[in-house]
């Protein structure tokens, strides 16, 4: 399957948050949980080499406990402060608001021993598509924010929120265009919804999703559809949801189109339970 994307795109994202880094502190990677690799952009790691840098991982609530654990370990392994997080309900924003503390005490160290104020932490927040950034910074700004307006040398449409006290955000996210030269890594986007829809096939989308369900939650999977039986065969497996969610066009044909919009609609809604859909390399286990 071939998932259309814009290399011109991605350089155009990339510059955008270059031109932003000078004016901030901390920066807030947010990655979907559920897939953590797919959900990263590796040129991030180089724009990035001398930012402090959180690794936030969104939708937590999709994702499966366990491995979300793993995740976190992960990439503390690796020296990278990381923190799980549910932005619709705003769990994990305090523990990021202690890791930014964290990452500037030297920074507010130093400028105390000069004798000068504390500064407020200046954050960004950086994702691809629909990880849930606006949503962060809605849970981050909640409380008594207030829009302190341009700052003098900064881009006029820039504005920085201040959030509880030490902490200022820039308002607008920093969107990356996802990276995917592998198709394994645009057909896990297309399913988390990081890529728009009418830039894929549902239909191939779906089996593709079925496959993966076969091999890591086959019984969330027959539960779910109410399936007899898993085969490898996946084309006569979406035919069988069909027929038993009703999908039918006139001769009794499965009405696949709606088979898998329903499929990948209940997997994004969480409906198949909390499944994350990627593993954090091996000898990052040990
Ligand atoms: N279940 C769940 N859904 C979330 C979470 N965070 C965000 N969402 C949902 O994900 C979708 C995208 O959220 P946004 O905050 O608009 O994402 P964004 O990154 O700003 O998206 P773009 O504007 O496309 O870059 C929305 O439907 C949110 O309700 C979360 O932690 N859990």
């Given at each position: 399957?071939?998932?259309q994307?814009y290399?011109?795109?991605m350089?155009k994202?990339?510059?955008?948050?270059?031109?932003?880094?000078?004016l901030?502190?901390?920066?807030?990677?947010?990655?979907?949980?559920?897939?953590p690799?797919?959900?990263?952009?590796p040129?991030?790691?180089?724009?990035?080499?001398?930012k402090?840098?959180?690794?936030?991982?969104?939708?937590?609530?999709?994702?499966n406990?366990?491995?979300?654990?793993?995740?976190?370990?992960?990439?503390?392994?690796?020296?990278?402060s990381?923190?799980?997080m549910?932005?619709?309900?705003g769990?994990?924003?305090?523990?990021?608001?202690?890791?930014?503390?964290?990452l500037?005490?030297?920074?507010?160290?130093?400028?105390?021993?000069?004798?000068?104020?504390?500064?407020?932490?200046r954050l960004?927040i950086?994702g691809?598509?629909?990880?849930?950034?606006?949503?962060?910074?809605n849970?981050?700004s909640?409380?008594?924010?207030t829009r302190?307006?341009?700052?003098?040398?900064?881009?006029?449409?820039?504005?920085?929120?201040?959030?509880?006290e030490?902490?200022?955000?820039?308002d607008?996210?920093?969107?990356?265009?996802?990276?995917?030269?592998?198709?394994?890594?645009?057909?896990?986007l297309a399913?988390?919804?990081?890529?728009?829809?009418?830039n894929?096939?549902?239909?191939?989308?779906?089996?593709?999703?079925?496959?993966?369900?076969?091999?890591?939650a086959p019984?969330k999977l027959?539960?779910?559809?109410?399936?007899?039986?898993?085969?490898?065969d996946?084309?006569?497996?979406?035919a069988?949801?069909?027929r038993k969610?009703?999908?039918?066009?006139?001769?009794?044909?499965?009405?696949r189109?709606?088979?898998?919009n329903?499929?990948?609609?209940?997997?994004k809604?969480?409906?198949?339970?909390?499944?994350?859909?990627?593993r954090?390399?091996?000898?990052?286990?040990?």
């Amino acid at each position: 399957m071939t998932i259309q994307w814009y290399p011109g795109h991605m350089a155009k994202a990339m510059k955008k948050v270059k031109n932003r880094l000078d004016l901030i502190d901390v920066v807030i990677e947010l990655l979907d949980a559920r897939i953590p690799i797919s959900s990263r952009n590796p040129d991030l790691d180089q724009l990035l080499e001398d930012k402090r840098r959180i690794i936030a991982l969104n939708k937590k609530d999709l994702a499966n406990q366990g491995l979300t654990n793993q995740w976190q370990e992960y990439f503390s392994n690796q020296g990278i402060s990381v923190a799980a997080m549910n932005s619709l309900n705003g769990k994990g924003v305090k523990k990021l608001f202690a890791l930014a503390n964290q990452l500037m005490v030297d920074k507010q160290k130093e400028l105390a021993a000069q004798g000068r104020k504390r500064k407020d932490i200046r954050l960004m927040i950086v994702g691809i598509p629909n990880v849930g950034k606006s949503q962060l910074i809605n849970q981050l700004s909640q409380k008594g924010a207030t829009r302190t307006g341009n700052k003098p040398g900064v881009t006029k449409a820039q504005q920085w929120i201040k959030l509880k006290e030490g902490f200022e955000l820039l308002d607008t996210p920093g969107v990356l265009w996802p990276k995917f030269e592998e198709q394994e890594v645009g057909v896990k986007l297309a399913i988390c919804g990081a890529i728009k829809e009418g830039n894929f096939d549902s239909e191939l989308l779906a089996y593709k999703l079925v496959e993966m369900l076969q091999d890591i939650a086959p019984d969330k999977l027959k539960e779910r559809f109410k399936l007899d039986y898993l085969t490898s065969d996946t084309y006569q497996l979406v035919a069988d949801i069909g027929r038993k969610r009703g999908c039918l066009q006139s001769g009794g044909r499965i009405d696949r189109d709606r088979v898998s919009n329903i499929i990948l609609r209940e997997f994004k809604e969480g409906k198949l339970g909390r499944l994350t859909l990627e593993r954090p390399p091996k000898e990052a286990n040990k």
